[in-house]
């Protein structure tokens, strides 16, 4: 039977693990040959999503704020597919950011989290769209958060970074409208992945924002994979530009 992604080639930063790891695991379900790029390694990654789903599956040390090494992944990509179709933009700096009043963030960490949260995204469009053009198609989805709309105290660099997600999507939509490459978001709530699990400051956000979905319950990475293959595959291939809330109705945009 024929998968929505047969055959396309999937680039996941920071998709090695957590959430990233399951938006691996389903486009590889769906068919999709998947590059991993990551900080963290993500060989075992590769090889057990290579075994599971019988793709190709590769992984590239990539910090996706450093523009080297999103052009070296480019440049690897080109050589061992020749083009791509799909990119997600899932790495990001969250759940180990300390929870303070902005006046305490120093400006180092600022600059860190606008690095690898806006820089990274932006470098990683700029480098692998050219690999899309030409194709007619091609599907770049970023990862923003429901934070960018309603804000979350104490995190002020994280919720900037993940507003000028939104508004880069717009943008990069525009820009690559006629090259009929789509650019759009997943604003996901807060979500139980391993990072989160891993720092238990992060535990009293989980039953506060239960309480304000409109479906009360705690969200997992699988929550976010259906939004995440609908965007990588044609059956989305009139929309573009725009944030798709996952959240169980906390944000209703
Ligand atoms: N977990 C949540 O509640 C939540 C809510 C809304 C949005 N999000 C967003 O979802 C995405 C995934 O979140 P998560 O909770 O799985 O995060 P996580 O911290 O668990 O995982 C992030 C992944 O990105 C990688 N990474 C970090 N810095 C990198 C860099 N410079 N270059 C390449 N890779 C890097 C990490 O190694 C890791 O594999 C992020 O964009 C996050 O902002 C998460």
Redesign the pocket.
């Known amino acids: 039977m024929t998968k929505a992604l047969d055959g396309a080639v999937a680039i996941v930063?920071?998709g090695?693990?957590?959430?990233?790891r399951a938006f691996s695991e389903a486009l590889a379900r769906e068919g999709a040959n998947v590059v991993i790029?990551?900080?963290?390694d993500g060989t075992d990654a590769a090889a057990e999503i290579s075994r599971q789903f019988n793709v190709a599956a590769v992984f590239q040390r990539?910090?996706?704020?450093r523009e080297e090494d999103v052009m070296a992944l480019a440049a690897m990509v080109k050589a061992r597919f020749g083009h791509a179709d799909i990119l997600v933009n899932?790495?990001?700096?969250?759940?180990?950011l300390p929870k303070v009043d902005f006046r305490e963030i120093p400006v180092e960490t600022f600059d860190r989290v606008m690095g690898?949260n806006v820089r990274?995204p932006f470098l990683m469009a700029k480098h692998i769209a050219p690999l899309m053009v030409g194709r007619g198609r091609g599907k770049i989805i970023n990862?923003a958060?429901?934070t960018a709309y309603k804000g979350q105290r104490h995190l002020a660099a994280y919720v900037t970074s993940?507003a000028a997600i939104v508004g880069m999507t717009k943008a990069l939509a525009r820009d690559l409208g006629a090259e009929k490459i789509n650019v759009n978001s997943i604003a996901?709530?807060?979500?139980e992945?391993?990072?989160?699990h891993d720092n238990p400051h992060q535990k009293a956000n989980t039953d506060a924002t239960v309480k304000s979905r409109a479906l009360q319950r705690t969200q997992v990475p699988e929550d976010l994979v259906g939004a995440l293959v609908f965007l990588a595959s044609p059956a989305s291939d009139f929309v573009t530009g725009q944030t798709i809330a996952v959240d169980g109705g906390s944000i209703m945009l």
């Open positions: 930063t920071g090695s693990y957590s959430i990233g790029a990551d900080i963290r990539t910090d996706v704020s899932n790495a990001a700096l969250f759940a180990e690898v990274g990862i958060s429901g993940k996901p709530g807060f979500t992945s391993a990072s989160v």
